[in-house]
């Protein structure tokens, strides 16, 4: 039996056996990290005695927890400490809703990162009622290499959540068979942006460059649709070796190629398609990369080498929100601007608004922008006789 927990409300009284330790000398753990936070100097035993109130005022001293009780406590105590973190900033206009929103979310992650737990070289949590992780982590993380690991809980339990995902598949529209996701890739839950390649015309026979592949959802719905050939590329390992599986999965291997490289492949295709990360605000950790793009980097850099990366006769394929421009990160005009700057032009678009459940929360900080979101589909040519 679990020893018994006290109501997360009941958080006041400090447990007495919490002291403070220091690694013993060369007593070795791996860190992990997704904001690449540095390894934690010191860690602060804690069990199922600890109430949420004590526990912030901890963690917001600094300290990090080491959580050893019982395993669904634990997640009972994440909970009620993000339900204490709930901001009340009033905003004026979507931009400062939106800040807010990310200051907040930025605040819980910090926070709730310090509450730790320990897995032994086996990748085993020895944590009461714990459920087993060690295939979740060889799959993010491959074999051990220290006698402990140390992970923040929320991101060992977004790691579970990740491989079961991966276990079960995910059916998109449009996809024959079932995607299977990897941690830390983007999951494209959202179908909107997927839906409007269905109706792409003049798929059959083209060679393609799918830049910022992720899952490689877009690469095999046009390779099942008769494209002869993807080559996708992404800067995040991660991704590479998600789509390699994926293609694999779905019989596409042999007209599937997936690079690590920052953006463009070498040479030429007939479609060069791009979902790129849709929000010009600088990411705080290595997931936020997919949809945070500072400074519209990522963007600019496509445009800027699609014309040199058609095939002629070629066409790229914009998949971009204007959930940037509703919330007043990006002026009205400003794609145009770029098309301009890179000798582009667009021969035709396609639209869909958003359909995700965040445009419709009313209760949601940002539904005033998120409500009125259109994802839309460019089809860019250069300019004939363009320099």
Not at 110 to 133: F, H
Not at 222 to 234: F, I, N, P, W, Y
Not at 248 to 275: H, M, T
Request: charged share 25%; with cysteine.
């Amino acid at each position: 039996m679990p020893p018994p927990r006290r109501p997360a409300s009941d958080g006041d009284t400090p447990p007495p056996a919490d002291r403070p330790f220091s690694l013993a000398p060369g007593e070795a753990f791996t860190w992990h990290s997704e904001s690449d936070a540095p390894a934690p100097t010191r860690l602060s035993p804690v069990d199922d005695r600890l109430g949420a109130d004590a526990a912030l005022k901890r963690l917001r001293r600094g300290e990090y927890l080491l959580y050893t009780g019982d395993f669904h406590n634990a997640k009972q105590l994440l909970g009620a400490i993000t339900r204490r973190l709930g901001h009340s900033e009033k905003a004026r206009s979507p931009l400062e809703a939106f800040r807010a929103e990310r200051r907040a979310r930025h605040l819980e992650h910090e926070t709730l990162s310090r509450i730790v737990v320990a897995l032994d070289s086996s990748y085993r949590l020895g944590l009461a009622r714990a459920p087993d992780v060690a295939l979740a982590c060889r799959q993010v993380w491959g074999e051990p290499e220290a006698p402990a690991t140390v992970v923040p809980l929320k991101q060992l339990l977004g790691m579970l959540g990740a491989a079961e995902w991966r276990r079960k598949g995910l059916a998109v529209p449009g996809l024959t068979g079932l995607l299977h996701p990897h941690y830390g890739v983007y999951l494209p839950t959202r179908t909107d942006y997927v839906e409007l390649l269905l109706s792409l015309p003049h798929v059959k026979g083209k060679r393609v460059f799918d830049v910022g592949t992720g899952t490689g959802v877009l690469s095999f719905l046009l390779l099942q649709r008769g494209a002869e050939s993807v080559v996708a590329t992404d800067c995040d390992a991660r991704a590479v070796a998600c789509a390699r599986e994926n293609a694999e999965r779905l019989g596409l291997a042999r007209r599937f190629q997936a690079l690590e490289a920052d953006l463009f492949p070498e040479g030429k295709a007939d479609l060069v398609i791009s979902n790129p990360p849709w929000i010009p605000e600088p990411p705080k950790n290595r997931v936020d990369r997919a949809v945070f793009d500072e400074d519209s980097l990522f963007l600019r850099r496509f445009l800027e080498g699609l014309p040199s990366h058609l095939a002629p006769g070629g066409e790229g394929l914009l998949i971009l929100s204007n959930l940037a421009v509703l919330l007043g990160l990006r002026p009205q005009g400003w794609l145009e601007e770029q098309l301009t700057r890179c000798v582009l032009t667009v021969k035709w678009t396609r639209s869909t608004p958003a359909r995700h459940s965040k445009a419709k929360d009313r209760s949601d900080p940002l539904h005033a922008a998120r409500s009125r979101e259109v994802t839309t589909l460019y089809c860019l040519v250069p300019v004939p006789g363009g320099a």
